[in-house]
């Protein structure tokens, strides 16, 4: 379902046993928290975390092979705001009417 969605990176981003794994690998600690030790816990996340990836990875394989594009890239697609027709004009100028109006005002100051 994750690879279906998509969802892959956020997966391996956000999933809290990565993040255990990581700390202990800096840490190297292997005490016994609550009768659990750390060393098998991590140990166990591991081969977890290999599972998912061979996973992950024959799933991508098969699901993107019938894909041509084979970028990673999240392709987002903005739209700008509704806007009221009254309140085009007000909130948004032209720059080249704006230069416009100053080289016809210019000219009339200079005119008089």
């Known amino acids: 379902m994750i690879v279906l969605l998509g969802q892959q990176r956020r997966f391996e981003a956000l999933d809290f046993c990565y ?3 990581r700390i202990q690998r800096v840490d190297g600690k292997d005490e016994d928290v609550k009768g659990v030790k750390l060393k098998l816990m991590t140990d166990r996340i591991r081969r977890f975390q290999v599972l998912n990836s061979q996973i992950f990875a024959i799933l991508n394989k098969y699901l993107k092979s019938s894909d041509g594009e084979e970028s990673n890239v999240e392709h987002v ?5 509704p806007q009221h027709p ?3 004009s007000s909130h948004y100028h032209d720059p ?3 230069r416009q109006q100053q080289q016809q ?7 008089h």
């Open 105 to 111: 005002q210019q000219i009339q100051l200079t005119q």
């Open 86 to 88: 009254t309140m085009v």
């Open 19 to 21: 993040h255990i794994l």
């Open 96 to 98: 080249n009417k704006l």
């Open 77 to 81: 697609r903005c739209f700008p705001p």
